[in-house]
T-cell receptor, first 113, second 117 residues
Framework: GENVEQHPSTLSVQEGDSAVIKCTYSDSASNYFPWYKQELGKRPQLIIDIRSNVGEKKDQRIAVTLNKTAKHFSLHITETQPEDSAVYFCAASIIQGAQKLVFGQGTRLTINP | DGGITQSPKYLFRKEGQNVTLSCEQNLNHDAMYWYRQDPGQGLRLIYYSQIVNDFQKGDIAEGYSVSREKKESFPLTVTSAQKNPTAFYLC????????????????FGPGTRLTVL
């Protein structure tokens, strides 16, 4: 089955700098890669996703890149702000009816003022 | 924050007891999911359902049971067979691919924190 590895487990950056979180997956059949943000004590919320027919997707300060050959994808946050502090999860799945997501272990991102 | 709700927010269980966690959604989603979240770990899939009266095991189904008698509801029972049930439980729902929709986001409920005393 699918296995997703996420690094780093913790990341601390200065406000205004960029943050990068990386994930690798094992199943070459996976074709959907969402990123979720979870603030303390709250539910995960989708912030961006990418499908395997696209190499890069951007939404304001957030971007995701996908390298299908190497089976890894990354989240890039530019111009970080204090409200970006949260735990971020990557996931991978094969889209077949229902969506069986396999999640990475999470990255705790802290933005220092 | 409507859409998908879970109750209760906190639940305490004595060893040997079964408990049932509620999950309801009014998004008209066909698919529903249950995940378990432990500290420092990602979410792990317990069970999922694509249609009423049908459900499939996820990666960690042992010690859990579910039912899907209504489209809106997907309750999870944590049985006494689950050896380490203390965790944060998240329910989610989504549309199904094949309904003419390109977007298949999973929407999560607020979660239930279960503690075994």
């Amino acid at each position: 089955g699918e296995n997703v590895e996420q690094h780093p487990s913790t990341l601390s950056v200065q406000e205004g700098d960029s943050a990068v979180i990386k994930c690798t997956y094992s199943d070459s059949a996976s074709n959907y890669f969402p990123w979720y943000k979870q603030e303390l004590g709250k539910r995960p919320q989708l912030i961006i996703d990418i499908r395997s027919n696209v190499g890069e997707k951007k939404d304001q300060r957030i971007a995701v890149t996908l390298n299908k050959t190497a089976k890894h994808f990354s989240l890039h946050i530019t111009e970080t702000q204090p409200e970006d502090s949260a735990v971020y999860f990557c996931a991978a799945s094969i889209i077949q009816g229902a969506q069986k997501l396999v999640f990475g272990q999470g990255t705790r991102l802290t933005i220092n003022p | 924050d409507g859409g998908i709700t879970q109750s209760p927010k906190y639940l305490f269980r004595k060893e040997g007891q079964n408990v049932t966690l509620s999950c309801e959604q009014n998004l008209n989603h066909d698919a529903m999911y249950w995940y378990r979240q432990d500290p420092g770990q990602g979410l792990r899939l317990i069970y999922y359902s694509q249609i009423v009266n049908d459900f499939q095991k996820g990666d960690i189904a042992e010690g859990y049971s579910v039912s899907r008698e209504k489209k809106e509801s997907f309750p999870l029972t944590v049985t006494s067979a689950q050896k380490n049930p203390t965790a944060f439980y998240l329910c989610a729902s989504s549309t199904l691919i094949g309904r003419g929709l390109a977007y298949n986001e999973q929407f999560f409920g607020p979660g239930t924190r279960l503690t075994v005393l």
